[in-house]
T-cell receptor, first 108, second 112 residues
Framework: GENVEQHPSTLSVQEGDSAVIKCTYS??????FPWYKQELGKRPQLIID?????GEKKDQRIAVTLNKTAKHFSLHITETQPEDSAVYFC???????FGQGTELSVKP | DAGITQSPRHKVTETGTPVTLRCHQT?????MYWYRQDPGHGLRLIHY???????DKGEVSDGYSVSRSKTEDFLLTLESATSSQTSVYFC???????????FGSGTRLTVV
């Protein structure tokens, strides 16, 4: 079945630096790759997604890149701010399978 | 928020007792999902539904059953709760074609 591995599990950066989270997957049939942000005690919320027919998508300070040949996709956050601190989950498929999560800490 | 509510928000129950969690949506969406969230495991799919009386198992369905007798309600039942089912449970809805999920606020269940 589908499987997705997410790294790193924790990430600490200084405010203003960039953060990158990577996910690798095994099912070559996957064609939808979303990223969710979950703040402490809150529900996960969709922040950006990409379909398999494009290689990159940007929305202000966040971007997602997809390499279908290598079966990995990454979340890029530039100019990080303290409010970016949260747990980030990648996922794939129509019936979403989630990665294990990355706890991002942005230090002022 | 987003037309999806879960109840109860918190529950403590004893081992061996039955528990039912409710997910209610006002969006008339066809697809509904139940996930559990545990540290180090992310969100794992328990069961999902693609219409009234149409349900299927996810990756961690053992010990859980679901029912969907009307579009707006999706119930998750633990027939005989165990300590390993202590978790945060999230319901989600999706719109066909968009793939994006909207999650409920979650139910924190503790089995003692």
């Amino acid at each position: 079945g589908e499987n997705v591995e997410q790294h790193p599990s924790t990430l600490s950066v200084q405010e203003g630096d960039s953060a990158v989270i990577k996910c690798t997957y095994s099912d070559s049939a996957s064609n939808y790759f979303p990223w969710y942000k979950q703040e402490l005690g809150k529900r996960p919320q969709l922040i950006i997604d990409i379909r398999s027919n494009v290689g990159e998508k940007k929305d202000q300070r966040i971007a997602v890149t997809l390499n279908k040949t290598a079966k990995h996709f990454s979340l890029h956050i530039t100019e990080t701010q303290p409010e970016d601190s949260a747990v980030y989950f990648c996922a794939l498929g129509g019936k979403l399978i989630f990665g294990q999560g990355t706890e991002l800490s942005v230090k002022p | 928020d987003a037309g999806i509510t879960q109840s109860p928000r918190h529950k403590v129950t004893e081992t061996g007792t039955p528990v039912t969690l409710r997910c209610h949506q006002t969006e008339n969406h066809r697809y509904m999902y139940w996930y559990r969230q545990d540290p180090g495991h992310g969100l794992r799919l328990i069961h999902y539904s693609y219409g009234v009386k149409d349900t299927d198992k996810g990756e961690v369905s053992d010990g859980y059953s679901v029912s969907r007798s009307k579009t707006e309600d999706f119930l998750l039942t633990l027939e005989s709760a165990t300590s390993s089912q202590t978790s945060v449970y999230f319901c989600a809805i999706s719109v066909p074609g968009s793939y994006g999920y909207t999650f409920g606020s979650g139910t924190r269940l503790t089995v003692v």
